[in-house]
């Protein structure tokens, strides 16, 4: 046995599973073979870094020869999983570095530049996409945020989409993750008013939607209740209030979960669930949204517990819940949740005509038993 971030005590061999298997979901999100993930996690037997079957040297060596062959994306994407899920060392801090130099290699030919605003005394760097043709400064914002093991780099595939789109695309991280050094706390949900600010500073951005995964939801949601730039929330198994205060379900969390938690947070394990239950959204707080919010649940989610998209479709008005028959994240409806959530984004924005292409290939979906009447 080995002692961990915050004293959380694991056994070594599994945590390297666990590991092993949520890693799955961040991977094929962002398009990494499959075939090549599977062999590199057949060939890791430890986490950590030193040796070429080590979790840092195996996903650090794949994303340079992905730089040699001229692929800067396909590599930022290997050094992300280098990294994942947290910097605890420096080694895992170097796979950090080369993740976003690589990204940036990749950015600078696309218009898509670094920028970056400050919350209280921390920077939070993030990408900015040009503005949309024909649009200027008048364009709405699409803020991207990830959950607490997503780097803004994760979701940098979107910001050329923001001609398509008609929005100017921002690419951003929560408290703590990947480069920001804000403080993760109950507060945390002011790095959208922060950004908000700093996009009307560079693009004269006046309102804004967010796109944001798992804990960033949670925050995003908090803002909308206090800031009312915010015009819609898309979101994927955001923890809202029972998994803040239901004791049993902290007991049967994952233990990566758990350690990256304490990492941001600087709680130890043992007392993270007392320090952070008034991080709980209130029915008052939720009250006060008065924008569209799209939740995608997981029936089988193993971190986020069910009162809490239940809570959403109880208290924000305008609101709809997919649920997928899935473990967190919804590993295995990938392409449902992101034609979805598009079409949603979509909506939001008053589109009353959507793309073909993505109304034929959401309709064709929603055929499917696995969807029909998930949609409430």
């Not at 949520?22 to 075939?35: D, E, F, K, M, N």
């Not at 994240?329 to 979509?346: A, D, F, I, V, Y």
Request: with cysteine.
């Amino acid at each position: 046995m080995s002692t961990f971030a915050s004293g959380y005590r694991r056994s070594d061999a599994t945590d390297l599973t666990e590991l092993k298997d949520l890693v799955l979901l961040h991977a094929q999100a962002q398009g990494i073979p499959r075939a090549e993930c599977a062999q590199l996690l057949q060939s890791i037997t430890s986490d950590g870094a030193g040796t070429p079957s080590s979790w840092v040297d195996a996903w650090s060596a794949a994303a340079r020869r992905h730089l040699t062959a001229g692929d800067p994306l396909l590599a930022c994407r290997h050094y992300n999983m280098a990294r994942f899920p947290f910097v605890d060392g420096p080694e895992r801090a170097t796979a950090l570095r080369e993740c976003v130099t690589a990204f940036q290699s990749w950015a600078t030919t696309r218009q898509i530049t670094r920028e970056e605003t400050w919350v209280g005394d921390g920077r939070m760097p993030f990408w900015l996409s040009a503005p949309p043709s024909g649009r200027g400064r008048s364009a709405p914002a699409l803020i991207v945020v990830g959950g607490i093991v997503s780097i803004k780099e994760q979701w940098g595939e979107l910001l050329p989409m923001a001609r398509r789109l008609g929005m100017t695309v921002a690419c951003a991280e929560l408290p703590g993750v990947g480069e920001s050094s804000v403080r993760y706390d109950r507060n945390a949900w002011q790095i959208f008013p922060a950004l908000l600010d700093r996009l009307d500073q560079l693009r004269g951005v006046s309102q804004a939607y967010v796109l944001a995964m798992s804990f960033g939801g949670n925050l995003a949601i908090r803002a909308a209740a206090d800031d009312k730039r915010l015009r819609g929330i898309c979101t994927v198994g955001a923890p809202i209030s029972a998994f803040f205060t239901d004791q049993d379900r902290w007991a049967q969390l994952p233990g990566t979960t758990l350690r990256t938690l304490a990492h941001l947070t600087g709680h130890p394990v043992n007392e993270l669930q007392e320090r952070i239950a008034d991080w709980a959204l209130t029915d008052a707080e939720l009250s006060q949204v008065d924008i569209p919010v799209r939740y995608v649940a997981s029936a089988r989610d193993e971190i986020i517990p069910a009162a809490d998209p239940a809570l959403v479709r109880r208290r924000i008005g305008d609101s709809e819940v997919l649920e997928h028959d899935d473990v967190h994240g919804s590993p295995q409806h990938l392409l449902e949740t992101r034609l979805w959530l598009m079409k949603s984004l979509l909506s939001m924005r008053g589109a009353t005509v959507v793309p073909s292409a993505l109304s034929l290939a959401l309709n064709m979906l929603m055929l499917q038993d696995r969807i029909r009447g998930r949609l409430r």
